[in-house]
């Protein structure tokens, strides 16, 4: 247990990539949305107003995913780190930045419900479908976004590492033909409203537990990948 602690501490070295660059995204895109909706307030549309900028921050965690191995990794089996302490380790300081942006958007939403949006009607945090479970539901949500997205850029590099960066695009291509098959059927069965339904009555929760499985499966797999990759 002390030497995975022991990566962590080494992952978050440069606390730049783990905790100041995903801070600084999310001051950037929330002093920009409201902004925006404050000019828009001012222009006398009541409102209330949404954006998409909190997912920002969010996919800034793809990159992390992806440098805390391929930056990383090498240096950890110089320091004969094994593979599996690498790995507990670096899922430790991803969760750890993880449970610190759910906090900040858990908080977030409360202030904004409790000031009607800032007082103009704006809502960066509070998503009305995402806060719908509360400030809890919430936060287990944007915690597992946040480690689905890390965990897909990690992935990614361990396949990198592993096999290379011929099959990495061949398999993203493979993923991308996956997922317009099944555009297509769902536009062919004319199922999109039922689709649609069928996400929302999961809720927030429900939607994140399904996220929860897949991040488990992603860690599984880029645990057996990471096993035999080369530094």
């Known amino acids: 247990m002390n030497r995975t602690v022991n990566v962590v501490r080494m992952q978050l070295i440069n606390k730049q990539t783990f905790v100041w660059v ?15 909706y404050a000019i828009l307030h001012s222009s ?49 300081a991803a969760a750890m930045c993880a449970v610190l ?13 409790a000031t009607n949006g800032w007082g103009i009607n704006g809502y960066f945090f509070a998503l009305d ?47 991308g033909v996956i997922l317009l098959a099944a555009i297509w059927g769902i536009t062919s069965l004319d199922a999109w409203v039922g689709v649609i339904t069928a996400l929302v009555e999961q809720g927030p929760v429900g939607f994140a537990a399904w996220g929860l499985l897949v991040t488990v499966a992603l860690g599984g797999v880029s645990y057996l990948t990471l096993r035999r990759a080369i530094p």
């Open 22 to 36: 995903p801070l600084i995204v999310l001051g950037a895109s929330f002093a920009m949305s409201i902004a925006i």
């Open 44 to 92: 006398g549309l009541p409102g209330p107003f949404y954006g998409g900028g909190s997912q920002a921050p969010l996919w800034v965690l793809l990159f992390v995913g992806i440098s805390s191995l391929t930056l990383t990794f090498p240096f950890s089996q110089a320091m004969s780190v094994t593979r599996r302490e690498f790995f507990f380790g670096t899922m430790l």
């Open 101 to 113: 942006l759910a906090a900040v958007f858990a908080i977030g939403g409360l202030v904004e419900e």
């Open 129 to 175: 479908w995402v806060v719908s479970a509360g400030a809890l539901g919430a936060a287990f949500f944007y915690f597992v976004m946040a480690m689905l997205i890390f965990m897909v850029g990690f992935w990614s590099a361990t396949v990198y590492k592993r096999f290379g960066a011929t099959l990495l695009t061949v398999t993203w291509v493979g993923i």
